[in-house]
Structures are given as structure tokens and as C-alpha cells.
């Protein structure tokens, strides 16, 4: 990239199958990751690996999500920015594939919380075999609706899986890095706090933020 500077993992997902039994039908997912590397441009990853069909996603956006009402799916006013697929408001993930959506400007400095939002238009039954993950951490389900501009999405449900949605990546300085955490479901923060961000990849990024040293995200 220009001036030196390269995209680099700050949060992400391994997509596995969805725990239980799930489906959407015109429904919003509003998932709310945690940063650790920030940056001023990003992309967010979407996957259907374990889709047994294409997945058509019909309007995707990310935003700041709103600390000041915490445990809640709202967003800062303005900072909720369209994501686009090759230029198109909407796109379509074969079978056992992932998008990865075009740059979007948002300034999202070290450790934010974000809302990715995205609206499935279509009937996504359990036997679809929808990507999800486990999370420990609440996420948004609305009433059926294209709520993804919403900065205070309705919320029909809560779910503490990371449905679809599997990466966010920054544009960061040529010396950033990357670290990839691989483990069991400790890694994922089984049996930490909810909402806390207590996994221990959480607390890595963390430390590496604090330090102050070569930039590094923690994936």
C-alpha cells in the first residue's frame, strides 16, 4: 500500500459450526467485537464455510459502538459507516467461502468496540449449517427487518455466538505485526465473564497496547 502502510488482523474468529439450533429470516446481526490494533481504514471478513448454500448478505455496516449505555447494541452517532463488496451495497457468499468487504474510513483507535451489523434478507434455516462461534460475549438478534443503519438497533433476541462475521482487519504503520492465538476453547474464554473481555487473548492485547512498543494485533 501507499506510504507504507500494510492491512493487518486486529480482531478475529475461527469459524466453526453454529451451537443449537439456529436460524434467521430477514433479520439484522448486529455482533459487537473488540479491537486491539486501531487504525483510521478497515475491512471486515465474512464467512460461510460451513454453509451448506450461498449466504446473501443484503446491507452490511460497522460502527463505534456506544459505551456510555453498556450491555446495549447502540452506536455512536455518525460513526456508522456502509460496507461495500466490490462496490456493491449488498453480496453473496458461496458455500464454504468468505467476502472480505472494501476499505471503509473509520477511526477506531486501540481496544474499541465495534458493531459490525449485517441483514440476512433471506430464509436461513438450521439446516443451512450457519457459521457461528462461540463468544462470551452478548450479541444482537433483531425482529424480522433491515435494521443495519440503526443506531440503536430493536432487539428481538440475544446470542453469545459470533455469527458470520470473522475478522476485521486495519490499515496500520509498515512496523505493525500480528499475533495469531491458537488453542482449545480457553482461547475463545470459556468460563471467563461475559462481556468482560477477560480471554486471554483480550489480555494480550491489552499488555502489547500498554507497552507502547512495536504495534501488534492480536487475533
Same mark, same amino acid.
Given at each position: 500500500? =501507499?506510504?507504507?502502510r500494510?492491512?493487518v488482523?486486529?480482531?478475529? %474468529? ?8 439456529? *436460524?434467521f429470516?430477514?433479520?439484522t ?9 486501531g487504525? !483510521? +481504514? ?7 464455510? @460451513? *454453509?451448506?448454500? $450461498?449466504?446473501?448478505?443484503?446491507a ?12 446495549? $447494541? ?6 456508522n459507516?456502509?460496507? +461495500? &463488496?466490490g462496490g456493491? !451495497?449488498?453480496?453473496?457468499i ?7 468487504s472494501?476499505? #471503509? /474510513?473509520?477511526?477506531? $483507535?486501540?481496544? %474499541?468496540?465495534?458493531?459490525?451489523s449485517?441483514y440476512l434478507? *433471506?430464509?436461513?434455516?438450521?439446516? &443451512?449449517?450457519?457459521?457461528?462461534? @462461540?463468544?462470551r /460475549?452478548t450479541? @444482537? ?5 433491515? &435494521?443495519?443503519?440503526?443506531? #440503536? ?6 446470542? !453469545? =455466538?459470533w ?6 482487519? #486495519? ?6 505485526g500480528? #499475533?495469531v492465538?491458537?488453542?482449545?476453547s480457553?482461547?475463545?474464554?470459556n468460563?471467563?465473564t461475559?462481556d %468482560? ?5 483480550? =489480555?494480550? %492485547?491489552?499488555?502489547?497496547t500498554?507497552?507502547?512498543g ?6
Open positions: 500500500m =501507499q506510504n507504507g500494510h492491512w488482523g486486529s480482531w478475529a %474468529a475461527a469459524p466453526a459450526p453454529a451451537e443449537g439450533v439456529v *436460524g429470516n430477514n433479520h446481526l448486529r455482533m459487537m467485537p473488540r479491537l486491539s490494533l487504525g !483510521d +481504514t478497515l475491512r471486515v471478513r465474512i464467512s460461510n464455510a @460451513y *454453509g451448506a448454500r $450461498p449466504l446473501v448478505i443484503g452490511a455496516r460497522i460502527g463505534i459502538r456506544d459505551t456510555s449505555s453498556p450491555g446495549g $447494541p447502540g452506536i455512536v452517532p455518525g460513526s459507516k456502509k460496507l +461495500t &463488496f456493491n !451495497d449488498s453480496g453473496v458461496a458455500a464454504g467461502a468468505l467476502i472480505v472494501d476499505p #471503509v /474510513q473509520l477511526n477506531a $483507535p486501540p481496544l %474499541a468496540d465495534l458493531a459490525v449485517i434478507p *433471506g430464509e436461513v434455516l438450521a439446516n &443451512f449449517a450457519i457459521t457461528g462461534r @462461540y463468544a /460475549q450479541n @444482537y438478534i433483531s425482529p424480522a427487518g433491515n &435494521f443495519a443503519d440503526a443506531t #440503536v438497533m430493536p432487539v428481538g433476541n440475544l446470542t !453469545d =455466538q455469527f458470520f462475521v470473522s475478522g476485521v482487519d #486495519v490499515v496500520a504503520p509498515d512496523n505493525a500480528g #499475533v492465538a491458537l488453542g482449545d480457553l482461547t475463545d474464554g468460563i471467563s461475559i %468482560a473481555f477477560c480471554r486471554w487473548p483480550d =489480555q494480550l %492485547a491489552r499488555r502489547l500498554e507497552r507502547r512495536r504495534p501488534m494485533g492480536v487475533m
